[in-house]
């Protein structure tokens, strides 16, 4: 994330005649959205993806969309002509996200295709999901995979193996809890995740809100990028290191996810800084509704397509009926624009 913000603040300095002015305000921006994405490991591991997905989801629309339709935190509320379909694109929107929970992987691939009779529920066994998408010739630790096929060093294995198995029960304590309790947790957590995510945009539109309070401040929230993403490495950084006190330097890291890692918030950059751009052109009322909806949508896609672990006539009707719901939420919240 901090080498594609780097990119993108070099392109702005050789296109413009200056370079953005660093915003420390927006560094608080970027720390924000850091501290709720710290808790999704969490909300994974006690109530699943597709749950959490759905409540953060929820909750950071409605957040983002009430700070700009109603300007919080200092924002300038936004005005939109016609209100009424941007309230009920709103609704039916959320609504897309709630139908998609009812969306529930298969156990495996090979099964036959049937009516969906065989579908793991949320809260039940989520091992055997895991179990039926592992290679064959794989050892399970947490959240890595480490192949031991080919003749490797086995000695190496088993000690990284153990290293695994000790950071699993110094850090997945969330998994001892009664289920309740971990339903609790998890709800709460994305609740509170979604929110940050959702204000994580408000420190710097605050900045091109209130001019005279930053003088020399960028007009636009894009030039504000480099300073959002500074406060996410900051932050990321802290909280790493804490962990790796807690886990008496020994921390968990998975080598096989590092270059997925980076490619990932190569991505997930790009995509934030066309999110930035969305907010500039669209305003949160209008931003906030199109993009959340979007993730769920995706993840449903490489549920069919890559995983092959949607299937069933019954999860085709449904997922179906969330593309239809979230296009007509499209279209409300894009039509109250004129």
């Known amino acids: 994330i901090l080498f594609t913000g780097t990119v993108c603040f070099l392109i702005q300095c050789a296109m413009g005649t200056s370079c953005p002015k660093f915003e420390p305000l927006a560094v608080l921006g970027g720390a924000i959205w850091c501290t709720g994405n710290m808790m999704v490991v969490p909300v994974v591991k006690t109530i699943g993806l597709s749950l959490g997905l759905v409540i953060w989801g929820s909750a950071n629309l409605i957040m983002g969309w009430a700070s700009g339709k109603f300007g919080f935190f200092g924002l300038k509320p936004e005005t939109i002509p016609n209100p009424a379909l941007n309230y009920v694109g709103v609704v039916v929107a959320i609504c897309s996200l709630a139908l998609s929970f009812f969306v529930r992987p298969t156990v495996g691939r090979g099964e036959p295709e049937g009516d969906g009779e065989e579908e793991l529920g949320y809260d039940s066994d989520d091992e055997k999901l895991e179990q039926a998408l592992m290679p064959p010739d794989a050892a399970d630790f947490g959240q890595g995979v480490i192949n031991t096929d080919g003749g490797g060093d086995r000695r190496s294995v088993l000690s990284e193996l153990e290293h695994v198995a000790e950071a699993d029960e110094q850090e997945f304590f969330l998994s001892k809890l009664p289920r309740w309790q971990r339903q609790i947790v998890g709800v709460v957590l994305s609740i509170v995740s979604g929110l940050l995510y959702g204000v994580n945009f408000d420190p710097p539109q605050y900045i091109v809100d209130h001019p005279a309070e930053f003088p020399g401040a960028p007009k636009q929230p ?117």
């Open 222 to 338: 894009v030039e504000l990028v480099f300073s959002h993403f500074v406060g996410i490495w900051m932050a990321s950084t802290v909280y790493f290191l804490a962990y790796a006190v807690y886990m008496r330097n020994k921390p968990a890291v998975y080598p096989r996810v590092i270059l997925p890692a980076i490619v990932s918030g190569v991505m997930w950059a790009i995509a934030d800084i066309c999110w930035f751009i969305a907010n500039a052109n669209l305003e949160f009322v209008v931003s906030f509704p199109l993009i959340t909806m979007g993730p769920g949508i995706v993840g449903s896609l490489w549920g069919v397509f890559a995983f092959g672990e949607i299937r069933g006539t019954r999860n085709y009707l449904l997922l179906a009926s969330v593309f239809v719901v979230a296009a007509t939420g499209s279209g409300l919240i894009i039509a109250s624009k004129f």
